[in-house]
């Protein structure tokens, strides 16, 4: 059975020659604006949804925790399948717009969907409200992220270039949290009388899926008409019909290259506590520092900030240290600020609750934090794509969808595995189900936060670990680009002699 294509129309343009125009500073803002979807989601999705089924709707947290795992590993399998057909897509609008302007309509409904179940529905059937909406809603974020993301190689071909343009994805992505965490902390989850920490005030939350729904959509049409200007310049693939055995040989394939499965266990094992850390962060806010909405938007918003700083801190620093040192050195600086606060708690070293520096230092270790680690999230994540030069000069075949979501198929699983993780460790500590911070018992939250501090540490020491054997610097990207273009002449030589020998086979006249 062959894989189904699109050829483009005979109207369509041509890719100009030359290869893809260098991207302006508008075209760098623009295109990282998307990002601010996938921002807005983890704020909201991955800081909020916990506490929302299980503490507002009751559901117990090891289903809730299954529910979101469970469609992580789902969505992690959509991510191969869209990035392998973006890959081979024909398309008028080309391999990734296509996709990405089909996704705006769905990512906004299924988003709100997720936060307004219908009235009156049993544990067991809001368990199954949510496995159904956060999977559709997964799958149409995906179906934008992943053919955004693979547009960035081709929009940014040199080795720091590309750190750059990540910078303004992640730059941008905080941005699109911060603007979230406002919306949702400081606007619509309000105390009242009844809920002095407004997190736990269910009115607010189906406003708020409306309000960053709508930010989500917005973000993604204005990356894609921001974006669209360069189609004509972008890479388009021959024409040919796929048999799904080949396809799926081409997908097994990139699982040769050494240094991308080196980048996929590595970021496999650095995912895992930056997951479990999403997860448990509003219950460490609430329950152990007691903290109001408006102090959690602070916090979460504070990452805003942290996105042009990190921009910063990542072009110097890998400019200076080489890409695999500097994501090293950042990230293990990164676990000092993430960990120092609960660690200090716990030692009886932090403000007390309610004291006047509490904030200030919570807010201080949660900036610093932001930007070590998303400089960090910025290098790591270039170190990947100069997998996609490595593999075209080793196979012919140039899949940035391919490289870049193979990828994020294994940092899903992770995420999934660790989305899971905090429904079992509350279960563990035997966390109750509608509990308020001022009659919990101490002692649980001690306990989840030593486990927490504990396993996140293990995981994050075997992703340096791992790390240390990746092997692409830029000088071995330079000589990747060498090898690109001595197969693009090759194959040019190729076709003009094939055409010179079928012109002097055809009789002449006279």
Known sequence: MALARSDEAPNARAPRTGGPRRPSLTTKVLFGI??????????????????????????????VSLA?????????????????????????????????????????????????????????????????TVTLFRFSHSLYMVPSGALL???????HDRTRMYGFRYMLGSLGGGIAAVLAYGVFLRKTPDYPLGQLNPAGYPPMAIAVGLLMMAANLVSDLGTHAHIPDLYRPAPRDVQWRVW?????????????????????????????????????????????????????????????????????????????????????????FVHGPLALRLFGLLPPNGAPLLLPVLMGAQLLHGVVGIAASIVSTSMISDVVEENQARTGRRSEGLVLFSDRLMLKLANALAT??????????????????????????????????????????????????????????????????????????AETIQAAEQLSAQPRLG
């Open 68 to 132: 979101m795992g469970v469609s992580l590993f789902v969505d992690a399998l959509f991510d191969l399948l869209i990035a392998q057909f973006s890959d081979n897509l024909r398309a008028r609008l080309g391999r990734r717009h296509s996709l990405m302007y089909l996704s705006i309509l769905p990512v906004g409904l299924s988003f709100m969907a997720l936060w307004m179940p219908p009235p009156g529905l049993t544990a067991r059937q809001l368990f199954l409200w949510l496995c159904v």
């Open 34 to 63: 998307g990002s601010m979807e996938d921002g807005a989601q983890l704020v909201i999705v991955g800081g909020v949804l916990l506490l929302y089924y299980s503490q507002i709707l009751h559901v117990p947290v090891q289903l």
């Open 420 to 493: 899971i993780l905090p429904g079992i460790l509350l279960a563990i500590v035997k966390f109750p189900i509608g509990a308020r911070p001022s009659t919990l018992d101490p002692a649980v939250m001690r306990h989840l936060a030593m486990i927490y501090i504990g396993l996140s540490l293990l995981l994050s020491a075997g992703a340096i670990l791992v790390w240390l054997a990746f092997r692409i610097d830029q000088a071995a990207h330079q000589r990747n680009l060498e090898a690109i273009a001595a197969l693009k002449e090759r194959s040019t030589d």
């Open 153 to 159: 190689p081709e929009l940014a071909p040199g080795y």
């Open 248 to 336: 799926l040989k081409e997908i097994a394939s990139i699982f040769g290259n050494r240094n991308f499965v080196i980048a996929v266990i590595g970021g496999m094992l650095a995912a895992a506590p930056a997951a479990l850390t999403t997860g448990l962060s509003i219950y460490f806010n609430t329950f152990i520092f007691d903290l109001p909405a408006r102090n959690v938007m602070l916090l979460v918003a504070i990452q805003a900030l942290s996105g042009p700083l990190a921009f910063a801190v990542a072009a110097a620093v890998s400019a200076r240290l080489q890409k695999r040192q500097a994501y090293l050195w950042l990230y293990a600086a990164s676990l000092i």
